[in-house]
């Protein structure tokens, strides 16, 4: 285990950007596995809305609500007391208007104590940045794929292979940056289109998802990286260890002592003086 660090924040991402130090970067919807994270050395911790998909079995991100994401952050707060903890915006939580992006904001830096909010949005989303940092709240944008919209996008799939959409996707990373926001995720978007939205990028981190290796640190989605999603693994997540086969067994193994009566075994197992026993027999005699 590391040693207890201090508290990351604005200034530390803004230090480590200067100096070229890659920043990384994992979604988190738990007490344990946040200490976890913690414990490793992870810089930034995002609760993501991806969570209705691997925590709670949706087939999309939309069902989330607003409650969900901040009973999760919350728990992750605890676990993480020192990381860069960004609260993710759930659908429908701020697209309607600037008071209820506001105001959800709000809610995850008072209630779950965020140190920013994400959403998903170019040039489109400008007035809600600026809505949400003038009330004094960092956020981080979101450009390529973009859950929420994925309908409109065609399914999970790349994003600015053509010039016209890439020309868009650089242009939407400064419109974001301009407007205020502190940093800009890119998910599923080519190589060499993040290595210039990075070049041009004058103070706002560039984080890939997917994206190559030329963003300012790296995001990855937790049970992605650990064989924890049952339904798919995507090509951008590497797996650093299969949890998810090492579960599996344990979880079949355990089945399996409790139909042949192995387990519990002496060693699991509590007893009692004799004298207490043959007591407690006489008394209920």
Same mark, same amino acid.
């Given at each position: 285990?590391?040693?207890?660090?201090?508290?990351?924040?604005?200034?530390?991402?803004?230090?480590?950007?200067?100096?070229?130090?890659?920043?990384?970067?994992?979604?988190?919807?738990?007490?344990?596995?946040?200490?976890?994270?913690?414990?490793?050395?992870?810089?930034?911790?995002?609760?993501?809305? @991806?969570?209705?998909?691997?925590?709670?079995?949706?087939? @999309?991100?939309?069902?989330?609500?607003?409650?969900?994401? =901040?009973?999760?952050?919350?728990?992750?707060?605890? #676990?993480?007391?020192?990381?860069?903890?960004?609260?993710?915006?759930?659908?429908? @939580?701020?697209?309607?208007?600037?008071?209820?992006?506001?105001?959800?904001?709000?809610?995850f830096m008072a209630e779950a104590g965020c140190d920013a909010i994400k959403l998903e949005g170019g040039r489109e989303m400008v007035d809600r940045v600026k809505a949400i940092t003038a009330a004094g709240i960092p956020v981080s944008g979101h450009l390529g794929l973009t859950p929420q919209s994925v309908s409109a996008l065609g399914g999970f799939r790349l994003q600015g292979k053509g010039a016209?959409?890439?020309?868009? =996707?650089?242009?939407?990373?400064? =419109?974001?940056?301009?407007?205020?926001?502190?940093?800009?995720?890119?998910?599923?978007?080519?190589?060499?289109?993040?290595?210039?939205?990075?070049?041009?990028?004058?103070?706002?981190?560039?984080?890939?998802?997917?994206?190559?290796?030329?963003?300012? #640190?790296?995001?990855?989605?937790?049970?992605?990286?650990?064989?924890?999603?049952?339904?798919?693994?995507?090509?951008?997540?590497?797996?650093?260890?299969?949890?998810?086969?090492?579960?599996?067994?344990?979880?079949?193994?355990?089945?399996?002592?409790?139909?042949?009566?192995?387990?519990?075994?002496?060693?699991?197992?509590?007893?009692?003086?004799?004298?207490?026993?043959?007591?407690?027999?006489?008394?209920? @005699?």
């Amino acid at each position: 285990m590391t040693e207890e660090r201090k508290k990351i924040s604005l200034p530390t991402l803004a230090r480590k950007r200067r100096k070229g130090e890659p920043i990384s970067w994992l979604t988190c919807y738990d007490y344990p596995t946040a200490y976890l994270q913690e414990q490793a050395g992870i810089e930034m911790i995002l609760v993501g809305d @991806s969570l209705g998909m691997t925590m709670l079995g949706y087939d @999309s991100t939309l069902p989330v609500t607003m409650e969900d994401m =901040i009973r999760h952050t919350q728990a992750v707060r605890r #676990g993480a007391p020192n990381v860069f903890l960004i609260g993710d915006m759930p659908y429908m @939580s701020y697209q309607a208007c600037n008071e209820d992006a506001v105001r959800n904001a709000g809610r995850f830096m008072a209630e779950a104590g965020c140190d920013a909010i994400k959403l998903e949005g170019g040039r489109e989303m400008v007035d809600r940045v600026k809505a949400i940092t003038a009330a004094g709240i960092p956020v981080s944008g979101h450009l390529g794929l973009t859950p929420q919209s994925v309908s409109a996008l065609g399914g999970f799939r790349l994003q600015g292979k053509g010039a016209d959409a890439a020309k868009r =996707i650089v242009e939407d990373a400064k =419109i974001l940056e301009e407007a205020g926001a502190f940093c800009v995720l890119l998910e599923l978007v080519p190589d060499r289109v993040c290595k210039i939205i990075t070049e041009r990028s004058d103070n706002a981190l560039i984080m890939g998802l997917g994206s190559g290796p030329d963003a300012h #640190g790296q995001l990855l989605i937790y049970h992605d990286m650990f064989g924890l999603y049952p339904k798919f693994t995507p090509k951008m997540a590497k797996v650093f260890g299969n949890a998810g086969e090492v579960i599996l067994n344990g979880l079949k193994s355990y089945n399996k002592e409790v139909k042949d009566k192995t387990f519990p075994s002496d060693e699991n197992t509590f007893g009692m003086k004799d004298e207490d026993f043959d007591k407690l027999f006489k008394m209920l @005699s």
